[in-house]
């Protein structure tokens, strides 16, 4: 099928950086924030690939550090009117379609995700019209209006299960965005499903040769890979999994160190689930090359911490998630489907322990 996007050959322009503080006003910032967060009723919900200094201020405060889908649920389960969404648009819509009744404010509205804004809901429509007999599967990482057009959504952490679900039922499935996540669920499987060639920036630019060679120097590693990462990486890795699955690899396994290929944000947390265990960075840029995203998202890197203090001062529209209701009550049902499908995969690992 011929698509006028074409979502393989897409190049996003990237977001200006935040101004850098220095430490008084890092301090100044971090102390205006818990003000507001009491003063709006808020709790802060931080994803694990936003800067340290945001995670930490989430935990100070009783707030959470998370996947996008853990973020929303947290929100949702929380007393608080407000949620303040540290992290990228669609999570700020995810928290908003779980809490209608909730303000969602989030740093900047114009923090995006290639995969998002790889999967346009007009040119997806086309593509799930053209093979109206396939089940639509959609990660998380997508708009609300994709997730609408959705059976299920999923994320990386029980997109396996899901699909060999699926597939038992005999079913035929159309999966979008990530093409890597998808080609990897499918080699994991068997099931047949047709892939949106969709790829996140981060993850798509890590290097096999550059892998290779950082293996050589670092013997006694493991090296830890996300499933949005191209095959060759894949099959260098360790331990393949979600954000929180790499951080459970990292705690587990007994290697001393620990190459990482997936958002370098994610140290912060990992670290602190291995404080005796050493760190390293897997290589983005090729012979020659120079990476663009350099193993951190540029549009996760726009949540500053005056941006945040910015948000809950402010609200209004600049800052402020909407959701249409119709599109909220049809981008929940794929997203129940999920949540009822973990819960019931989560029984079943507990009563086979």
Not at 9 to 28: G, T
Not at 95 to 112: G, H, N, R, Y
Not at 328 to 335: I, S, T, V, W
């Amino acid at each position: 099928m011929s698509l006028m996007f074409d979502p393989e050959s897409a190049v996003y322009p990237f977001p200006p950086k935040p101004a850098r503080l220095d430490d008084e006003e890092k301090q100044h910032y971090r102390e205006k924030i818990k003000a507001l967060l009491k003063v709006r009723n808020a709790v802060m919900v931080a994803h694990y690939y936003t800067d340290p200094d945001i995670q930490a201020l989430a935990e100070e405060t009783g707030g959470c550090v998370a996947d996008s889908l853990e973020m929303a649920r947290f929100g949702s389960a929380h007393p608080a009117s407000t949620l303040l969404v540290a992290g990228v648009r669609f999570m700020g819509e995810t928290a908003k379609i779980l809490s209608p009744e909730k303000t969602v404010l989030m740093p900047t509205l114009k923090a995006e995700c290639s995969l998002d804004l790889g999967c346009p809901i007009d040119e997806f429509n086309a593509f799930c019209d053209a093979h109206p007999d396939r089940t639509v599967v959609v990660y998380a990482n997508t708009s609300a209006a994709v997730k609408a057009r959705a059976d299920w959504v999923v994320t990386s952490s029980i997109a396996v299960e899901l699909i060999e679900h699926l597939d038992s039922l005999g079913e035929k499935i159309i999966w979008a965005p990530d093409r890597h996540l998808g080609r990897y669920v499918t080699q994991k499987t068997g099931a047949n499903v047709l892939c949106w060639q969709g790829a996140c920036i981060v993850h798509d630019e890590f290097k096999t040769q550059a892998l290779q060679r950082m293996k050589a120097l670092f013997p006694d590693a493991a090296v830890l890979v996300h499933p949005e990462s191209p095959q060759a990486i894949v099959e260098l890795a360790d331990a393949v999994g979600s954000t929180s699955q790499l951080i459970q690899a990292a705690k587990t396994l007994p290697h001393p160190q620990m190459i990482v290929a997936t958002d370098r944000g994610i140290f912060y947390k990992m670290q602190q689930a291995v404080p005796e265990k050493t760190l390293l960075e897997a290589p983005t840029a090729g012979e020659g090359a120079t990476c663009r995203s350099c193993a951190h998202c540029p549009w996760m890197a726009m949540n500053g911490l005056q941006a945040i203090a910015d948000a809950l001062e402010q609200g209004g529209s600049a800052h402020k998630i909407e959701v249409d209701a119709a599109l909220r009550e049809a981008a929940l049902l794929p997203l129940d489907r999920m949540l009822s499908f973990a819960a019931t995969l989560k029984l079943k690992v507990k009563g086979n322990a």
